[in-house]
Nanobody, 125 residues
Framework: QVQLVESGGGLVQAGNSLRLSCTAS????????MGWFRQAPGKEREFVAA????????SYADSVKGRFTISRDNAKITAYLQMNSLQPEDTAVYYC??????????????????WGQGIQVTVSS
């Protein structure tokens, strides 16, 4: 069992940056692939970024490519999402997720078995 807790969200102005953290419980974190998703009001949850257990592969949604960076520190059992050049359309609840298939990149939510509770990111114009 893995429990995930997000932190680092908040309110920022457009053009600024935030770094989200996702801290896991359990010693198996280092073997899990991690992903970030987001859900804006009235919209479906969408893929943002993913990373394999060894950080050898990453993937990004087109809408965030070049602005967001996913990373992880297995020693700290934490995954990160660095978000730069934030825009109002990035406003959403952000969720981190873990998949037991650690060497794969998944963009589909139902491939992840564990989820955090979500954290609000609001970008004002």
């Amino acid at each position: 069992q893995v429990q995930l807790v997000e932190s680092g969200g908040g309110l920022v102005q457009a053009g600024n940056s935030l770094r989200l953290s996702c801290t896991a419980s359990g010693r198996t974190f280092s073997s899990y692939a991690m992903g970030w998703f987001r859900q804006a009001p009235g919209k479906e949850r969408e893929f943002v970024a993913a990373i394999t257990w060894s950080s050898t592969r990453t993937s990004y949604a087109d809408s965030v490519k070049g602005r967001f960076t996913i990373s992880r520190d297995n020693a700290k059992i934490t995954a990160y999402l660095q978000m730069n050049s934030l825009q109002p359309e990035d406003t959403a609840v952000y969720y981190c997720a873990a998949s037991r298939l650690g060497n794969a990149i998944f963009t589909i939510a139902n491939m992840y078995q564990y989820w955090g509770q979500g954290i609000q990111v609001t970008v004002s114009s």
